[in-house]
């Protein structure tokens, strides 16, 4: 993880700022963060001030400035770019956050309890950041997370290079002190589960169990161990260092994608020393989902990007890849993505040698959530909610971030966070009058 502005680069850059009156880059946060008044707040020297708007916006506020594609969101629309080039809100926002717990100021406090209780289903982002509102208006929420820790992908596949554990511990840390208990290795798997937890009284319930299931090639694997999934992948490389070094030290890998979690593969693969890391992707590379600077570290590390490229066979001998065929493809009319689709070109089929595979095509709620068997869900097993508030067709069960969205951005999965705490703040309060 690179190292963060120091007091004196965020006060240059925070400089910059135009002072709009109506701060586009505000409006254009999915979280809410409100970047245009932090920046001003800082310009003029007040820190804590900055800060406050920060984490009363956005719990996760250092994650965001770490992680998010702050150059298509809020510094898209920065007006200073007309001048020079956007101000670095990402950069200052992760330094507003860590200077906060340099000298331990933590502006979120919560309201004494008004002995209501909320459960809340997966500690990833969305969970969080609901436990982390309704904590602050006196509710006692408890947090069920299947996993060993808190976080999500956050914790779990996210790389080091990207973002560390220490850094989401850290902020984590202060959900906890609001008085959110999180119980780890506690999965709440089926439609029962929750019964009782309504029954023990929870008077509502937040669902945000992520989507964790890759899609995969329509490509007969032939019982090969060297083809993997983006997620098990990268969860192997957070977790056993040195057996996913191991198994990547001197090999030619192929990554088929284009988005966050392909190119997140790419490159640690590479840092864990694999010989060469090719990507290959379907589209152009402008039209590559993955953010603008996932893609120049990706460059910048020798990844070598295979466009405009389809893969349609493993070439697998005695269980061992050995490589795959691949057709050049050609940009066809515009799809409901909004790119255009690409049309394979005959006569175009030849080979890649690889010898180990990862398929990092997207990802899409896994089929355990249907197990709770009142909701609705879609044919991609997204749970279906009536509103953007996050109320499902089940009365006080909300839902969001990528169990409703699919996978997405983490500043919209705290948004729905945000939202689904606010609906369920109101239906509570209704019911005491």
């Known amino acids: 993880m690179e190292k963060g502005f120091s007091f004196d680069q965020a006060l240059a850059e925070a400089s910059r700022c135009l002072l709009c009156h109506d701060p586009p880059c505000s409006a254009d946060c999915p979280a809410g963060t409100d970047p245009g008044r932090f920046i001003r707040k800082l310009r003029f020297r007040n820190l804590k001030g900055a800060i406050a708007v920060i984490k009363q916006n956005n719990p996760l506020g250092g994650v965001c400035g770490v992680i998010c594609p702050t150059r298509s969101l809020c510094e898209q629309g920065c007006l200073a770019s007309g001048i020079t080039s956007p101000i670095k809100i990402g950069r200052i926002q992760r330094f507003l956050v860590e200077y906060g717990w340099r000298v331990g100021f933590n502006p979120i406090l919560p309201r004494p309890s008004n002995g209501k209780k909320v459960g809340i289903i997966g500690a990833g982002p969305s969970g969080l950041a609901c436990a982390a509102e309704l904590a602050t208006e006196g509710y006692h929420v408890t947090v069920f997370e299947k996993l060993p820790r808190a976080g999500g992908m956050l914790q779990c596949v996210i790389p080091d290079h990207r973002l560390s554990r220490d850094f989401v511990d850290r902020e984590i840390s202060e959900i906890v002190e ?15 589960d929750l019964d009782l937890l309504l029954k023990d009284d929870y008077e509502a319930l937040y669902l945000a169990t992520g989507a964790w299931k890759c899609a995969g090639m329509n490509i007969t694997r032939s019982g090969s161990e060297d083809i993997f999934d983006a997620i098990s992948f990268l969860r192997l490389a957070k977790d056993e260092s040195n057996k996913f070094a191991g198994l990547v030290k001197g090999r030619d890998i192929a990554v088929i994608g284009g988005g966050d979690s392909a190119l997140d593969a790419a490159v640690t693969a590479m840092e864990h020393g694999a010989a060469d890391v090719f990507l290959i992707y379907r589209r152009s590379y402008l039209d590559m989902p993955a953010s603008d600077e996932a ?37 066809g009319e515009v799809d409901a993505s909004g790119r255009r689709c690409p049309v394979l070109v005959d006569e175009t089929e030849h080979s890649i040698e690889a010898d180990l595979i990862v398929e990092a095509l997207g990802l899409v709620p896994d089929d355990s959530v249907t197990q709770y068997s009142s909701l609705e869900f879609d044919k991609l097993n997204r749970i279906v909610i009536r509103d953007e508030d996050g109320a499902t067709t089940v009365k006080r069960i909300f839902a969001g971030g990528d169990a409703v969205r699919g996978a997405s951005l983490v500043t919209r999965a705290v948004c729905d966070g945000k939202e689904a705490a606010t609906a369920i703040r109101r239906l509570l309060e209704k019911g005491t009058k």
């Not at 609001?178 to 029962?192: F, M, S, W, Y």
């Not at 910048?300 to 057709?327: A, C, L, W």
Request: aromatic letters at 4%; hydrophobic letters at 40%; glycine letters at 8%.
């Open 178 to 192: 609001l008085g959110v208990e999180i119980k780890l290795d506690t999965p709440i798997r089926t439609q029962a």
């Open 295 to 331: 893609k120049e570290l990706a460059l910048s590390k020798g990844i070598h990007f295979t466009v405009m490229t389809q893969p349609v066979d493993y070439i697998i001998e005695n269980g061992s890849v050995r490589g795959m065929r691949v057709v050049r493809c050609k940009p």
